[in-house]
């Protein structure tokens, strides 16, 4: 019984910061398009993972963050300070309101401080700076992070996260056959519009440090620009495609299909439209099939259930010992 996961990095202007030339219309588009995706969410019943920026939970800052170690090399130039009223560009507590309001029950999950990338040339203070931030005001508004999403998807520092107990993060999606090629574009393209091969569907992995590794399977806007807009006429959106194919997949194997997006890809009622089309599709699969729809959080628990406890540990536990005895397997309700 397979699954589909969709996480959501949440980030407004935070997303952008440190390029050269960030792009206005999606910053602009971004508020918009978390209350678009909210709705759509909620219209099919999609429980999702939200991992939010940190600093989206401030109610105001200095524009400075001289306590942070990033401050010095310039990180924060771009953070005009104030609050939410003077500008909702880099505050987000009323969306995060909504998200936790909606009738859905979604995960609020972590994707980093100031979206500072954990690459292995970033500093461990920095790193550990973003996290304490991220856990200590998620405290602040009794939320409690399980999940993480690496900035542009650069998985890195794992021990740090591990320190400061999350559960688990998203991995990079699998290579697909055209990546290694010369001929790369037109073999996605191929592949997104008459291909019938399914997004990679994907198998949870607890790591190293005893985090679960929740790879991604597809971005929900990977086929963007003159492509799409050449293609959609006569062969319909190419990601509703691959979106499909990964969703029926899901619901005739024990695989996950996780789907990620940003609000801010949502630029267009043509964007809607999609995630309606792709949401009322798993809302269907799941009512004929033994098809769920899972958080990050939901993997993470359910895969954790399912380790078997290591003899060292369970002479040390009696409690655990007791708890997972055989005749109650764990993580199957
Ligand atoms: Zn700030
Ligand atoms: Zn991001």
Redesign the pocket.
């Known amino acids: 019984m397979g699954s589909v996961v969709l996480s959501v ?1 949440a ?1 407004l202007a ?2 952008f910061h440190d390029l050269t030339d960030p792009p206005g219309r999606r910053i602009r588009n971004a508020r918009w398009g978390w209350h678009q995706l909210l709705d759509v969410l909620e219209d099919y019943d999609v429980p999702a993972t939200w ?1 939010v ?1 940190g600093h989206l939970l401030l109610e105001s800052c200095d524009g400075r963050h001289a306590d942070h170690p990033a401050a010095a090399d310039g990180w924060f130039e771009r953070d005009p300070g104030g609050s939410l009223e003077r500008d909702d560009r880099w505050y987000g507590l009323d969306l995060v309101a909504a998200v936790r309001n909606a009738r859905m029950e979604h995960e609020i999950g972590c ?2 401080f100031s ?1 500072v990338v954990f690459d292995p040339e970033t500093d461990r203070d920095v790193v550990h700076a973003e996290l304490e931030r991220c856990v200590s005001i998620a405290e602040r508004h009794d939320l409690s992070l399980e999940s993480f ?1 690496f ?2 998807n650069v998985v890195g520092h794992r021990d740090a996260l591990a320190e400061y107990e999350f559960d688990c993060y998203r991995g990079v999606e699998p290579p697909r056959w055209y990546d290694d090629s010369r001929f790369r574009r037109l073999g996605k393209v191929a592949s997104f519009v008459a291909g019938r091969t399914p997004p990679p569907l994907v198998v949870p992995e607890i790591d190293e440090y005893g985090l679960v590794n929740v790879p991604a399977s597809l971005s929900l806007f990977s086929f963007e620009g003159a492509a799409r807009s050449v293609v959609e006429p006569f062969a319909g959106d190419p990601v509703v495609r691959q979106a499909k194919l990964g969703i029926d997949a899901a619901a005739s194997s024990d695989g996950i299909c996780h789907f990620w997006l ?1 609000p801010n890809d949502i630029t267009s009622k043509r964007d809607v439209r999609r995630l309606r089309r792709i949401f009322a599709y798993i809302d269907a699969r799941r009512r004929e099939t033994e098809l769920r729809v899972e958080t990050m959080a939901d993997v993470a628990r359910r895969v954790s259930a399912d380790e078997p406890t290591r003899p060292a540990e369970m002479a040390d536990d009696e409690t655990a010992a007791v708890h997972r005895s055989p005749s109650s397997p764990a993580g199957r309700h």
């Open positions: 990095d980030e935070w997303g991992a920026v994707h980093s979206h999403v900035p542009r940003h």
